[in-house]
């Protein structure tokens, strides 16, 4: 009997591969934004020039007066020996007003409430069977 079932047998071959895979991918591009803010300036160089009243800054006041940049006084000169020659030099360069919390993006606790991402999903079937 064991020697006819060998007869009858036949050799099979099964390989079979099945593999499922999953990957996630989580992209964080929040913006930003790197700036310097300038300071206000004001200079004035002469010669032969009598002041009689110096320019320079002034603070704001009121309600910009954390956020507003400071502004321009005008100065009075004359020259002091008339007929002579003079040369009288005055500069002024605004600076940056500072944005009031509350009017960007603003990070409490290093956490950002509305920053946008993006999630990507994959899967992936692969089946193959040889013979």
Known sequence: MIAATGLISTQVK???THRLSTSTQLTVDGAATQATRIGSTYTVSGNNITAGTMGGLTKASGDSALTAPATQTQGAYTVTTAGSAFSLT???VMGDSVN????GVDVASGIVADMQLTVVLLHSLEE????
């Open 90 to 92: 005055e500069s002024f």
């Open 14 to 16: 099964a390989d079979l």
């Open 100 to 103: 009031p919390i509350g009017t």
């Open 128 to 131: 193959s069977q040889d013979h």
